[in-house]
């Protein structure tokens, strides 16, 4: 099935600890996203790639590093896990340029439950 | 400051009628607005897009409508459904930036 595959789908770290989380998408796309989302807070921007070789930093991207791999592959890592950093995260993908202008909008994966005692 | 506002509170609607969603944002200057639907436990799913220079866009039962100058976007289902509950999520892309920005959402409740 076409679409963004992200795993894991759970984790508990503690304090301190590492993790990488690994996405992937198989629809072509140029532009990747890792997004995060808190109650009352939304969805809000950690890193994106808008095409492979590229990544920048988005609204809240201290704790963070991204790496993209390939044209398919987008991972997040969390070199020292806070409690802060419990939350949601949820990857996507879009065709920026002609494929919003055609209408279309992101592909979000399945998202990763994170939680750092 | 950038800020994009959906009402907090949920919308609770019987089904059969239109339920309305409204999104409000402030020093933006969107290009394309879109709408998404979340699920519990789930991603959100792309639903609509809407360009600065369109007024409204249906698809089926949705109808959305952007007024730039009031800087408000309007959702509508009509002859809402219970399956149509979920959160409902707004979000702006300008074309200076290659990113989507998200509302808080809207929780919908549509009863029998």
């Known amino acids: ?22 996405c992937a998408q198989d629809m072509n796309h140029n532009s990747m996203y890792w ?3 808190d109650p009352g807070m939304g969805l809000r921007l950690i890193y994106y790639s808008a ?7 988005g609204e809240v991207p201290n704790g963070y590093n991204v790496s993209r791999l390939n044209k398919r592959e987008f991972s997040l890592r ?6 802060s950093q419990t939350s949601v995260y949820f990857c996507a993908s879009s065709e920026f340029g002609s494929g919003i202008q055609q209408g279309y909008g992101y592909t ?10 | ?38 699920d519990p436990g789930r991603g959100p799913v792309f639903l609509l897009l809407i360009r600065e220079n369109e ?39 300008d074309t200076g930036f290659q990113k989507l920005v998200f509302g808080t959402g809207t929780r919908l409740l549509v009863s029998p």
């Open chain 1, 1 to 22: 099935n076409a679409g963004v595959t992200q795993t894991p789908k759970f984790q508990v770290l503690k304090t301190g600890q590492s993790m990488t989380l690994q």
């Open chain 1, 35 to 37: 997004y995060r989302q």
């Open chain 1, 51 to 57: 095409s492979e070789g590229t990544t920048d930093k």
């Open chain 1, 78 to 83: 969390l070199e020292s896990a806070a409690p």
């Open chain 1, 108 to 117: 979000f994966g399945s998202g990763t439950r994170l939680t750092v005692v």
């Open chain 2, 1 to 38: 400051s950038q800020k994009i506002e959906q009402n907090s509170e949920a919308l609770n609607i019987q089904e059969g009628k239109t339920a309305t969603l409204t999104c409000n944002y402030t020093n933006y200057s969107p290009a394309y607005l879109q709408w998404y639907r979340q």
């Open chain 2, 55 to 93: 007024k409204e866009k249906r698809k089926e039962r949705l109808k959305v409508t952007f007024d730039t100058t009031l800087k408000q976007s309007l959702f509508h289902i009509t002859a809402s459904q219970p399956a149509d509950s979920a959160t409902y999520l707004c979000a702006l892309l």
